[in-house]
């Protein structure tokens, strides 16, 4: 993407975008309805095992169950997981005949008022998404950051443009899916809704 300047013959260009798919699935009220009793025993039966360097309260099974897309139940969502990968590969140019891609885990998490998530990425894998069970309007809001704010400084700015944002700011509803490179940073911010907020967290790489 290129910025022409009309005083001068500079050009100003944006050769590192971050990159993120949206969509949004339109059946996701009979898919919600169809995983209702298996995220019910999910919730009973695993504990909750965020990653050990997060210190907000958050029911997930990251770190104990992440192969839900393995379970039959989520077996159409694994499908649309992968089939939107492919398409955001498509769109990046990949070569998906020498690269094909699989969905590599799959993990719930569910947010109650007062929860939230910490800030982190997924390593190991090409993309990460996440799939909106339920989403409340007045809930939590998934935040993807800038590279780099790692560097722990920005300059002010005028105005916020395409070649000074920090952040992405996506308030999802239910039926959102949204796929984005694994080396983003990202977390959800706090959730002061009283109904839960439920998604579920994926990873795409290698075949």
């Known amino acids: 993407m290129l910025f022409r300047s009309s005083m001068t013959q500079s050009v100003t260009a944006a050769y590192f975008p971050t990159v993120l798919l949206r969509t949004h699935v339109a059946a996701h009220e009979a898919i919600r309805e169809s995983l209702a009793a298996e995220l ?3 919730r009973t039966e695993i504990p909750s095992s965020p990653d050990a360097g997060w210190a907000c309260p958050v029911y997930t099974t990251l770190m104990r169950e992440s192969g839900l897309h393995r379970i039959e139940a989520f077996r159409t969502l694994a499908d649309i997981f992968l089939r939107e990968a492919v398409a955001f590969a498509e769109h990046k140019c990949v070569d ?5 891609l699989a969905v590599h885990k ?11 998530m910490d800030v982190h990425n997924h390593p190991n894998s090409f993309y990460t998404g996440y799939y909106f069970i339920e989403a409340p309007a007045d809930g939590t809001r998934l935040i ?23 952040g992405y700011t996506c308030l999802p509803r239910a039926g959102d899916l949204v796929l984005f490179e694994s080396h983003i940073v990202h977390s959800f911010q706090l959730h002061d809704s009283h109904r839960e907020h439920v998604n579920l967290g994926f990873t795409v790489g290698p075949a």
């Open 96 to 100: 998906l005949d020498a690269q094909p």
């Open 144 to 166: 993807l950051y800038h590279p780099a704010k790692e560097m722990g400084f920005s300059m002010p700015v005028i105005r916020d443009t395409m070649l000074n944002q920090e």
């Open 40 to 42: 019910e025993r999910i």
């Open 106 to 116: 799959c993990w719930l998490n569910v947010l109650a008022r007062g929860d939230s």
